[in-house]
């Protein structure tokens, strides 16, 4: 069983920073991509940023220069750094993974954390 548990979100006034952690846990065999999701009320699931197991790194446009990814998909954790933040960044935040577990070493599933609020408020 594969478990993504994240942590760190708050309220946050405008220009304000968060940080938030992720770490993968269970029986995993390899991690391909670990990463970020957000979900604002009334709008769909949209990607925030991921790093691969190779080092590529990829931003959602709007966060650019002011969000950074970091961590280790062989130490099964993942960081958003959360600088200068708007009322449009708060959304719920979603931990995202591409891994095989071990009882499908050649397989490529995708996993969810149950997310964690960001709120931002003036």
């Known amino acids: 069983q594969v478990q993504l548990v994240e942590s760190g979100g708050g309220l946050v006034q405008i220009g304000g920073s968060l940080r938030l952690s992720c770490v993968a846990s269970g029986t995993i065999f390899s991690i391909n991509v670990l990463g970020w999701y957000r979900q604002a009320p009334g709008k769909q699931r949209e990607l925030v940023a991921t790093?691969?197991?190779?080092?590529?790194?990829n931003y959602e446009d709007s966060v650019k220069g002011r969000f950074a990814i970091s961590g280790a998909t062989a130490k099964h954790t993942v960081y958003l750094q959360m600088d200068s933040l708007a009322p449009e960044d708060t959304a719920v935040y979603y931990c995202?993974?591409?891994?095989?577990?071990?009882?499908?070493?050649?397989?490529?599933?995708?996993?969810w954390g149950r997310g964690t609020q960001v709120t931002v408020s003036s």
């Open positions: 790093m691969t197991s190779g080092g590529r790194i």
């Open positions: 995202y993974g591409r891994m095989a577990p071990n009882s499908d070493p050649q397989g490529e599933y995708i996993y």
